[in-house]
């Protein structure tokens, strides 16, 4: 590999405390050698060819903590390869894998098996996590001691919540012992049976079954209040509601944990499911634009540390169905940034904290170096354009299902290039 | 008549999936309509030939006799090809999506199907995927417009208005799409709506709708010129919403010591079919000074053949 040299960029690297324009210099290994305003034409050799970026934003290859994989056993959804490629896409370099698959990530054997289909089918860096109950079935805890020496970041049932307090209590325990991170979906699935969508005048509207926004709360309140003496590393998946980001603002004071955010959460609230629009039928649920406000405000008083895609992929006739009969969830790995940059031009959050919570979070969260642009490091990276106007189309989207959330939504700022470990893998 | 039924008339959607979607005009059209069949229906010839040559497909995937029947009738009595879908013998019990469903349907050139589905909005998806219009029905708990639209009209039939009247629903809320097409219909034609159902019962924020909700009957049914009982569906009730039957019609059932509450002239209507003992005293159901019930099964098969007619064109 030549060495490679990336001048006039806007850098905004949150970990390295660096927003500056500047330049990036990759060295012959694919390891970031230089960053920042010192890297400009008057320091590099002359006889060097460098890439003018005339002020387009470069940030740190993005780290998704939520993202769904078919593969094992729903690759028609999404393989390694067609996740990888639709990462890249969106500037992410660096996916966390939910366990929910076929057969489900419960046991040291099947890791070997995703350890081995992620590095020779994808070209981004995949971290899976395990379950924290075989089968995801709430009942018995996985092995997280051997689980974490074979590379697991992190334990989560997924889309599924430890509804028995008891268990939980133990799962922090081991968790605590073993150094493990726990990533909780917070529903109660008593309160949220049946349910759809935001339990509201919406909800009411349509017909259809609501999930109360106590239903996150209660499951919350509870894990916080067992972390009170259960101290271990705790994250919460994701949150929806301002009833929640209230526990969380309460409970910080008590004891450390972490909190996640969809940017579908974020971005969207439960008015835009219009008539029975299923690609918005999401978990946790869209809800009113007052909750949204409360979660931006959340990101702005650091009660929320990361912005998830939630990316979740489901073939179109899954999608294709009554609200009732749809499948839940939306891909999103690839609009993750440039939909959250959304947040940026209508003034809701600094660009900064925006990049730092897609990024250095995530990875400090996860223990894992990426989300910087530290020297030394693997050159990961993407190249943003971030005023440029597009249109998102669901045919053009790279993932292997194309239930985007966001079809025909008009955003502006687009990934032009992305890079892994020095190397181009994207380029728009 | 006939010149009065044949005029030209226009509406202003494609399917009628619910009265949200329909503004007053469009209701008024609809019940001028249906009027002109009332006294069709009670005549000795009640065949007329307006759809002959059209093609009506009822599509019932929930079980139903009153308005399955009613809509067939009323297709049969405007001389139009009706055929009613056995679903227990389609494909749909194959594991055939509805969309597919709709296709098959769709290429066999029907001029209207009429759709109940157990799932809220199934009949908007359909009305995405067929070229003819669309008629609801019942969708979950969603809508239910030409229930809605027969109860307005047996009201007017015997209230001759709507502006300005109270009007007591009562009932389990939460689970009917009836309650929710006749508080939007009721409502945009000027009635004051009071909705009783033990908390359980009633649908989150209710009252943004524009309705006073109420959990204690008495005060509910207080000085209203209808009362409106709702059936309770026990068949979509998954967990324990009340104690029992017998707790439920102490509170909500309509018995006479309740009914004093209200107008002395109030009129007594219910959807059907009925518990009786549950949510109605069966001496007050069949009290033909008091209860309509029969009457809008009458009517009912009015408002259908004007829904057609109109939906047809």
New interface residues.
């Given amino acids: 590999m030549k060495k490679q040299y990336f001048l006039n960029a806007n850098i905004v690297d949150p970990h390295n405390s660096i927003e500056e324009i500047g330049g990036l210099i990759i060295n012959e290994n694919g390891k970031i050698e230089a960053v920042g305003k010192k890297v400009n034409k008057n320091n590099i050799p002359s006889r060097e060819k460098f890439i003018d970026l005339n002020e387009k934003y470069i940030f740190p290859g993005l780290v998704d903590m939520r993202v769904f994989v078919g593969e094992p056993g729903y690759e028609y959804k999404e393989n390694f390869k067609t996740l990888s490629n639709a990462a890249l896409a969106g500037g992410v370099t660096s996916v966390v894998t939910m366990p929910n698959t076929e057969p489900v990530v419960d046991n040291v054997s099947i890791v070997d098996f995703l350890k081995r289909r992620g590095r020779d089918k994808s070209k981004i860096n995949i971290y899976p996590t395990a379950s924290l109950t075989k089968n995801l079935e709430g009942t018995n805890m996985t092995e997280f001691g051997l689980l974490k020496k074979k590379g697991i970041v992190a334990f989560t049932d997924g889309l599924k919540t430890i509804q028995n307090t008891r268990l939980m209590s133990r799962i922090m325990k081991s968790a605590h012992d073993l150094d493990c991170l726990i990533m909780q979906h917070a529903e109660d699935f008593e309160l949220s049976k049946g349910g759809m969508v935001n339990d509201g005048i919406i909800s009411t509207k349509l017909g259809l079954q609501g999930i109360p926004d106590i239903a996150e709360k209660i499951i919350i309140e509870r894990d916080l209040s067992l972390l009170e003496d259960f101290n271990c590393r705790y994250h919460i998946s994701q949150v929806s509601s301002s009833k929640s980001i209230e526990t969380i603002e309460y409970k910080k004071q008590k004891v450390n944990f972490t909190t996640g955010v969809s940017i579908n959460n974020l971005s969207l609230n439960e008015n835009d499911i219009g008539e029975f629009r299923t690609f918005l039928k999401l978990s946790p649920p869209l809800r009113t634009e007052d909750d949204r406000e409360s979660l931006i405000k959340g990101i702005n008083k650091d009660l929320i540390d990361v912005i998830v895609s939630d990316h979740k992929p489901e073939d179109e006739e899954q999608k294709r169905l009554t609200f009732y009969q749809a499948a839940t969830g939306a891909s999103g790995v690839e609009t993750l940034l440039p939909l959250s940059l959304e947040l940026f031009h209508n003034g809701s959050i600094k660009l900064n904290k925006i990049i730092q919570l897609l990024t250095s979070n995530p990875a400090k969260i996860l223990k894992i170096d990426k989300g910087n642009l530290s020297t030394g490091n693997d050159a990961d990276f993407c190249i943003v354009d971030i005023y440029k106007p597009w249109i998102v189309k669901k045919e053009k989207i790279k993932s292997k299902s194309k239930n985007t959330s966001i079809d025909d939504k008009k955003l502006q700022g687009i990934v032009t290039n992305t890079f892994v470990k020095g190397i181009e893998l994207f380029k728009i | 008549m006939a010149s009065a039924i044949a005029k030209a008339i226009k509406i202003s959607q494609k399917h009628l999936l619910g009265i ?1 979607d329909l503004s007053i005009s469009d209701i008024n059209i609809i019940l001028s309509e249906a009027k002109n069949f009332i006294s069709l229906n009670k005549s000795k010839n009640k065949k007329l030939d307006l759809l002959r040559g059209k093609t009506q497909i009822n599509l019932f995937f929930e079980p139903s006799t009153r308005t399955q029947s009613s809509f067939e009738l009323a297709g049969k009595r405007l001389g139009a090809d009706v055929m009613s879908m056995n679903i227990t013998n389609s494909a749909i019990k194959k594991g055939e ?3 597919d469903t709709a296709m098959t349907l769709n290429a066999m050139h029907p001029d209207i199907i009429v759709i109940r ?1 157990q ?4 009949c ?2 359909l009305s995405q995927k067929v070229n003819c219009s669309v008629l609801n029905a019942g ?5 239910h417009p030409t229930q809605a639209l027969l109860d307005a009209l047996t009201i007017i039939d015997r209230k001759k208005k709507i502006e300005g009247l109270k009007i007591a629903i009562c009932g389990d809320i939460l689970h009917s ?1 009836v309650a ?1 097409s006749n508080i939007y219909l009721l409502n945009m034609l000027g009635a004051e709506i009071n909705i009783i159902a033990p908390t359980n019962l009633m ?4 009252g ?2 524009g309705v006073n909700p109420f959990s204690d009957m008495k005060k509910g049914i207080k000085d209203c010129d209808i009362v409106m009982m709702l059936r309770l569906q026990n068949e979509r009730m ?2 324990s919403f009340l104690s029992s039957n017998r707790e439920y019609y102490e509170y909500y059932g309509l018995t006479p010591d309740k009914l004093k509450f209200a107008k002395h002239d109030a009129l007594i209507m219910h959807p059907g079919p009925m518990n009786r003992g549950i949510e109605i005293d069966t001496n007050l159901a069949d009290d033909i000074n008091k209860s309509v019930i029969k009457e809008q099964v009458e009517l009912g098969v009015a408002v259908r053949m004007a829904c057609l007619k109109i939906f047809c064109e």
């Fill in positions: 949200q999506t509805l969309i589905h799932d809220s909005g199934a908007n998806l969708d979950g708990r969603r809508e799409r929710r649908p989150k924020d209710i943004k709708l998954t967990s």
